[in-house]
């Protein structure tokens, strides 16, 4: 185990969770990550060992099937996760939302029907906000549902969706003028639908098509789509929670628990980043000394674990207060921010004191360097973080004179 970011107050099982994934992605992960990411594919070995721990169910309530557990013990497995292979982190980040969405703003019956399959992994989850023509300003959403009889017909096109082939259940957030009168506020109108599709590519439903995979620069081996929808007939009763006009909240919801999972990711990918970087510092000769010994790599090594440790003790703060029932928007924002950013940074420095061997294929942090960028755009860049940040302290601190 690591000096560097310790979780303090962990209960017996969280530590022998920990321990579990960590062995895991120690003997399952590590080894053939960067392989199968230079070949872009898809890791189904890993996928499946995950599922037998049970980690597609981890904070899924126990009634459905699940471990239930919290936030916290999710965000530290993404963690672990992360620091072997951030791809794998992705496959199950998209279906811990959807799940969590459901298990916060599902009916019962939808619970009922969704939660338990979910649990085993035999139902897998993706999201979908995001659009060509946007992804911060969610309020801008084109796609519609119109309604007819006991259906929706929903049309539309969608970007950027995470697990998009390999999932069979995607949140997919639309614009509903139903029951909402010309002037309602744009994300007044806004309704989530639960699309039930067959994994894969092509059309996966009659109306829904798959074209295909992103072509991305890292973050490779997880699907990466679009979503075409074109006259998508989906059932009334998968509006999640059976009323329209509330999926921005419940999207809002879900994006913010992904924000403490975004910044548990960039803690895991740095800490590998550290670990790589120390270990080449020792190895490698200059000068007549390990590199490690000339004071200017040293201080990155030292600005490196501040960075490690800074970044998981904010985004515990985060999982922490949304376990405790808090609302949990600043210290999220700030977790995703603050972590984000340490860990492109973490990357470089160990990406520099790889010297050139960094730029080659045959090194780790050739690939962790191609990876962390994506961290700053996910669940929301760094501009929007700030956003929200500068909102939320205008709130707390109101001038009152
Ligand atoms: C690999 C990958 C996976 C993804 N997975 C998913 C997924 O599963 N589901 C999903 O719905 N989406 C997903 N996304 C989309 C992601 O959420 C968006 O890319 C992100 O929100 C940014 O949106 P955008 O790309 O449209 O950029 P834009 O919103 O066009 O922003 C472009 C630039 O302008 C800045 N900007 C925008 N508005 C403002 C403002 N008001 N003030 C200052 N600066 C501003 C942004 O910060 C950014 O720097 C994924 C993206 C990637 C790359």
Redesign the pocket.
């Known amino acids: 185990m690591s000096r560097l970011a310790r979780t303090h107050g962990l209960t017996d099982v969280q530590r022998e969770i920990l321990s579990t994934v960590r062995e895991f992605v120690d003997k399952e992960i590590l080894p053939v990550a960067t392989e199968l990411e230079h070949r872009d594919e898809y890791p189904q070995d890993i996928v499946d060992g995950l599922r037998e721990l049970g980690l597609f169910g981890l904070t899924i309530p126990e009634e459905y099937g699940g471990l239930g557990e919290s936030l916290l013990t999710y965000a530290l497995c993404v963690e672990e996760i992360a620091r072997g292979w951030m791809s794998v982190s ?1 496959i199950i980040n ?1 279906h811990f939302i959807v799940a969590y969405m459901l298990k916060q703003h599902g009916t019962r019956e939808q619970k009922e029907f969704f939660l338990p399959r979910m649990a085993a992994g035999d139902v897998r989850g ?5 659009e060509p023509a ?4 969610v309020s801008a959403i084109t796609s519609r549902a119109v309604r007819d009889g006991d259906e929706y017909v929903l049309t539309g096109q ?7 082939g390999t999932s069979s259940l995607v949140a997919v957030l639309v614009r509903s003028d139903e029951g909402h009168p010309e002037g309602t506020a744009p994300h007044r109108s806004m309704t989530t639908f639960l699309v039930e599709k067959e994994p894969g590519f092509g059309e996966v439903r009659p109306g829904l098509t798959i074209p295909g995979k992103i072509d ?1 620069m890292g ?1 490779k081996g997880v699907d ?1 789509t679009e979503l075409i929808m074109d006259g998508l007939r989906v059932p009334a009763d998968r509006v999640l929670g059976g009323a329209t006009g509330r999926g921005f909240y419940q999207m809002m919801d879900g994006v913010e628990v992904g924000r403490v999972n975004v910044a548990a990711r960039g803690c895991g990918v740095a800490q590998r980043a550290f670990e790589l970087g120390v270990r080449y510092a020792q190895q490698r000769q200059a000068f007549g000394r390990q590199i490690a010994q000339h004071q200017a790599i040293q201080f990155k090594l030292a600005e490196m674990a501040t960075k490690v440790e800074a970044a998981h003790a904010m985004m515990v703060n985060a999982a922490r207060k949304k376990d405790s029932g808090e609302r949990n928007d600043l210290e999220a924002g700030m977790a995703k921010y603050l972590a984000s950013e340490y860990c492109k940074e973490v990357v470089e420095d160990a990406f520099r004191i790889h010297g050139g061997y960094g730029f080659s294929k045959e090194y780790e942090i050739e690939r962790l360097y191609r990876e962390a960028p ?1 961290l700053l ?8 973080q700030k ?1 929200i940040i500068g909102r939320r302290l205008l709130e707390e601190y109101r001038f009152q004179g």
């Open positions: 992705g998209t993706a999201f979908s906000m995001s946007l992804g911060s300003d969608k970007m950027w969706l995470t697990n998009g991305k973050y990466t994506m755009i996910g669940e929301g860049t760094a501009e929007i956003m």
